[in-house]
């Protein structure tokens, strides 16, 4: 079982629509969740972080963390052309050392 | 301004060469990585570190070296050893506890 898992997509949603990005993780003890925005040869861009069970909210962003059910979603709402990226889930693992894992990204596609 | 730095951006490696990627970051952060990403793939943890003078391997640690002597500095090498190095590098850095992580602007690496 891989440490992080995202479906690789792509996830097509029409312009204004609601997108909805998932994650699982295997590590139980994990406490810090990432989402990043990638465009395409560009470096990653922290768009959501979450440690808390429940939902965070940042403007059209919406994360959803479910310890209990090792699961961590992005909800985006209003999607524009603009949101058309690869999104990559993280997670920093138990242990003590910091160790930060990426999933393999979901790739997101807005059409007008 | 406070930020990530890599340099080069574009970097060309001879066939048994080793090559030097920098990393240095004005932040403060204790943590730092290195990640590798293939076209349309996910970032691969190659190196980390939480502090000075210690760091540890991720799940793709042969044919690269790194060191860490000062907090602000993280530079990974790639030796010869690595067979096929052509790729995206990117590093990232990190306050200690549950905190953001942020990205450099990564390198591009190829072997002419």
């Known amino acids: 079982q891989k440490e992080v898992e995202q479906n690789s997509g792509p996830l097509s949603v029409p312009e204004g629509a609601i997108a909805s990005l998932n994650c699982t993780y295997s590590d139980r003890g994990s406490q810090s969740f990432f989402w990043y925005r990638q465009y395409s040869g560009k470096s990653p861009e922290l768009i959501m972080f979450i440690y808390s069970n429940g939902d965070k909210e940042d403007g059209r962003f919406t994360a959803q963390l479910n310890k209990a059910s090792q699961y961590v979603s992005l909800l985006i709402r209003d999607s524009q052309p603009s949101d058309s990226a690869t999104y990559l889930c993280a997670v920093v693992l138990s242990g003590g050392y910091n160790k930060l894992i990426f999933g393999a990204g979901t790739r997101l596609a807005v059409h007008p | 301004d406070g930020g990530i730095t890599q340099s080069p951006k574009y970097l060309f490696r001879k066939e048994g060469q080793n090559v030097t990627l920098s990393c240095e970051q004005n932040l403060n952060h204790d943590a730092m990585y290195w990640y590798r990403q293939d076209p349309g793939q996910g970032l691969r943890l190659i190196y980390y570190s939480q502090i000075v003078n210690d760091f540890q391997k991720g799940d793709i640690a042969e044919g690269y070296s790194v060191s860490r002597e000062k907090k602000e500095s993280f530079p990974l090498t790639v030796t010869s050893a690595q067979k096929n190095p052509t790729a995206f590098y990117l590093c990232?850095?990190?306050?200690?506890?549950?905190?953001?992580?942020?990205f450099g602007q990564g390198t591009r690496l190829t072997v002419v």
């Open positions: 990232a850095s990190k306050r200690g506890g549950v905190t953001e992580a942020f």
